[in-house]
C-alpha cells in the first residue's frame, strides 16, 4: 500500500490492549471535530465526531474526549485489534467566516497493532 | 464504500498539461469538498461548492478551479502541471455545509512526470 506520510508520529500497541491517540487543534473557535482513520491506500473514513458543547462522546469500541481549555482531542480505542491498524487524523471544523464547513485535519497518527 | 465516486483512480501526465478529475457526491448530498494529500503537506482543504455555488476556499493555487454541476456532481481542474502537484486528490461530500461528518472518495492518485 502508499503511505500517507513518511514522518508521522507512530503507536505501537499490542492487541486486545487500549489505544490512546492524541491531537492538538489549532483554533478556539472551532465547534466541530472528527476523528477519521485511513487506511493504506483509502480515502479517510468517518470514526466518530464531538460537537463543543460536550467533553465526552462514545462509540462502538472509540470515545473521543474534548478538553476545550487545552485545546486537545484525543480518541481511545478499547480492546485495539489489527483491523484497527491505519493512520487516525483529527479533523476541526472552524465554523466562521469564509471557512465555514471545511474540515482543518491534522498530521495524523499511525497506528500500528501488534498480533 | 462511503458512496463518493471518484474517477479515475490513477492518472500519469506531464508537465505543463491539464487533468479533470470527476466526483459524484453520495445520493442526496449537496456539499462537494476536494482535498489534496501529499507526503509533506497531510491533508490539506482545497476548496468547497454547496448546490452549485462555492462556499470556501482553502490552499487552492490560481492553476486549480473547480465547479459544481447541477446534478451535483463535481469537477476539479489542474492546469499548468508541475511535479509537486503530484499528490492523492479526495473528494468527499455531505448533506449540509458544516458541522457534520463528510464522507471521502477512494481519490485519485495523480502523478505527475
Known amino acids: 500500500g502508499e503511505s500517507v506520510g513518511l514522518h508521522l508520529p507512530t503507536l505501537s500497541v499490542q492487541e486486545g490492549d487500549n489505544s490512546i491517540i492524541n491531537c492538538a487543534y489549532s483554533?478556539?473557535?472551532?465547534?466541530?471535530f472528527i476523528w477519521y482513520k485511513q487506511e493504506s491506500g483509502k480515502g479517510p473514513q468517518f470514526i466518530i465526531d464531538i460537537r463543543s458543547n460536550m467533553d465526552k462522546r462514545q462509540g462502538q469500541r472509540v470515545t473521543v474526549l474534548l478538553n476545550k481549555t487545552v485545546k486537545h482531542l484525543s480518541l481511545q480505542i478499547a480492546a485495539t485489534q489489527p483491523g484497527d491498524s491505519a493512520v487516525y487524523f483529527c479533523a476541526e471544523n472552524i465554523g466562521y467566516g469564509g471557512s465555514q464547513g471545511n474540515l482543518i485535519f491534522g498530521k495524523g497518527t499511525k497506528l500500528s497493532v501488534k498480533p | 464504500d462511503s458512496g463518493v465516486t471518484q474517477t479515475p483512480k490513477h492518472l500519469i501526465t506531464a508537465t505543463g498539461q491539464r487533468v479533470t478529475l470527476r466526483c459524484s457526491p453520495r445520493s442526496g448530498d449537496l456539499s462537494v469538498y476536494w482535498y489534496q494529500q501529499s507526503l509533506d503537506q497531510g491533508l490539506q482543504f482545497l476548496i468547497q461548492?454547496?448546490?452549485?455555488?462555492?462556499?470556501a476556499k482553502g490552499n487552492i493555487l490560481e492553476r486549480f478551479s473547480a465547479q459544481q454541476f447541477p446534478d451535483l456532481h463535481s469537477e476539479l481542474n489542474l492546469s499548468s502541471l508541475e511535479l509537486g502537484d503530484s499528490a492523492l486528490y479526495f473528494c468527499?461530500?455531505?448533506?449540509?455545509?458544516?458541522?457534520?461528518?463528510?464522507?471521502f472518495g477512494q481519490g485519485t492518485r495523480l502523478t505527475v512526470v
Open positions: 461548492y454547496y448546490n452549485g455555488e462555492e462556499r
Open positions: 483554533n478556539s473557535a472551532s465547534d466541530y
Open positions: 468527499a461530500s455531505s448533506v449540509v455545509q458544516m458541522n457534520t461528518e463528510a464522507f
